[in-house]
């Protein structure tokens, strides 16, 4: 019998360190299993309103949506206090993906098909990549890669100067971390070095500073957000959300610094190689809206043509849209590629760029 989205089953997994790992399951249990990889890094299921329902059939999929660990449900949760950030200290991706195998291996699935966007892209990919032979394939929306490229893109004034809009909102989202390098007495802060700027802010963030919190997570949020009248003020904070603003702006700061220069994440090059060389290749679906502020177009056509460089079957939609996965442009594409995941379509293995 299928459980429908809305009545969905939760469970938690233990993790070392007295962790504890939250993530639902609904679906019919039998049907093909799905992991759905939320974004932010530090936003949730709860986050997504349900919005995997438009995509997977209950009676079709058996959908398994985890709070990745310290979000969420997940224990202890950056969302309930600022002083848990101290316990993640040392997240990293890798640690991540083992968490979703703790999961699947507690569900006693053999493999399933990986479905994420933005930071779920991302650590959707590095699962993949470590564990190939888990994946009955990967749809990826909005991509991001962890690069310093796209550190920049987001993170560095220079990105908006053609945009007199949003170089406002970038020099009022910087001005914060100017006036905090000031007070400590140190250089002048170049707002063109994102890698600094992102540091001092994550030491605003860890101390619990909500202006700072606030600020961080707005300036993303107004990048993405489609709706002109649901744009955040970056002084005026909103508790409601302030609880999710917490959560993102810790686990975005410390995954991104240590993911693009800390611990570098690889996910181009070589490694792919994973995805086609097991026994299943892994069949991958890119899905990429022209018009993605906060994941620009240009690297998802960076990994397009490295998947089609180490023969990975895949193929690629590039299309007018934004970020998010609840637009109907967005949608529309993602459920094409689960369909046509589900329908086994024999498809090239070269990638023909879809534009529409």
């Known amino acids: 019998?299928?459980?429908?989205?809305?009545?969905?089953?939760?469970?938690?997994?233990?993790?070392?360190?007295?962790?504890?790992?939250?993530?639902?399951?609904?679906?019919?249990?039998?049907?093909?299993?799905?992991?759905?990889?939320?974004?932010?890094?530090?936003?949730?299921?709860?986050?997504y309103n349900d919005v995997n329902g438009r995509f997977f059939a209950p009676d079709e999929f058996f959908v398994v949506e985890v709070d990745q660990r310290g979000t969420g449900r997940s224990q202890p949760s950056v969302r309930d206090d600022f002083r848990h950030m101290q316990r993640y200290a040392d997240i990293s991706i890798g640690a991540m993906a083992a968490d979703f195998e703790r999961v699947r291996e507690s569900l006693g699935i053999e493999r399933w098909l990986v479905f994420g966007g933005s930071w779920g892209s991302t650590l959707g990919l590095e699962y993949a990549l470590t564990y190939p032979s888990r994946c009955l394939g990967l749809i990826l929306r909005g991509i991001f890669l962890n690069t310093a490229a796209e550190f920049d893109a987001v993170y560095a004034r220079k990105s908006f100067e053609a945009n007199p809009r949003r170089l406002a909102e970038f020099d009022t989202f910087f001005e914060l971390a100017a006036r905090e390098v000031a007070r400590r007495g140190e250089p002048s802060l170049d707002p063109n070095d994102s890698e600094r700027?992102?540091?001092?802010?994550?030491?605003?963030?860890?101390?619990?500073?909500r202006d700072a919190i606030w600020r961080f997570y707005v300036f993303e949020n107004n990048l993405i957000e489609e709706d002109a009248s649901k744009l955040l003020d970056p002084l005026v904070i909103r508790e409601e959300e302030f609880a999710e603003a917490q959560s993102v702006s810790f686990f975005e700061a410390r995954l991104f610094l240590r993911g693009t220069f800390e611990e570098p994440v690889q996910l181009l090059g070589e490694?792919?190689?994973?995805?086609?060389?097991?026994?299943?290749?892994?069949?991958?679906?890119?899905?990429?809206?022209?018009?993605?502020?906060?994941?620009?177009?240009?690297?998802?056509?960076?990994?397009?043509?490295e998947l089609r460089h180490y023969g990975v079957p895949h193929t690629a939609y590039?299309?007018?849209?934004?970020?998010?996965?609840?637009?109907?442009?967005?949608?529309?594409?993602?459920?094409?590629?689960?369909?046509?995941?589900a329908s086994g379509a024999q498809m090239a293995s070269e990638c023909d760029s879809n534009t529409s």
């Open 1 to 47: 019998m299928a459980i429908p989205i809305g009545a969905a089953a939760p469970a938690h997994v233990a993790l070392d360190g007295g962790l504890l790992l939250w993530y639902r399951t609904w679906g019919r249990r039998g049907a093909t299993p799905v992991l759905f990889v939320h974004g932010g890094p530090g936003q949730c299921v709860a986050d």
């Open 197 to 209: 700027f992102v540091r001092v802010y994550e030491d605003l963030i860890k101390s619990g500073d």
């Open 271 to 305: 490694r792919l190689k994973r995805l086609a060389c097991t026994e299943h290749p892994v069949r991958t679906w890119v899905v990429q809206g022209s018009g993605d502020e906060v994941c620009p177009e240009i690297f998802a056509q960076q990994l397009v043509a």
């Open 318 to 341: 590039f299309f007018d849209a934004g970020h998010s996965a609840h637009s109907e442009a967005m949608s529309t594409r993602l459920k094409r590629c689960v369909d046509e995941f």
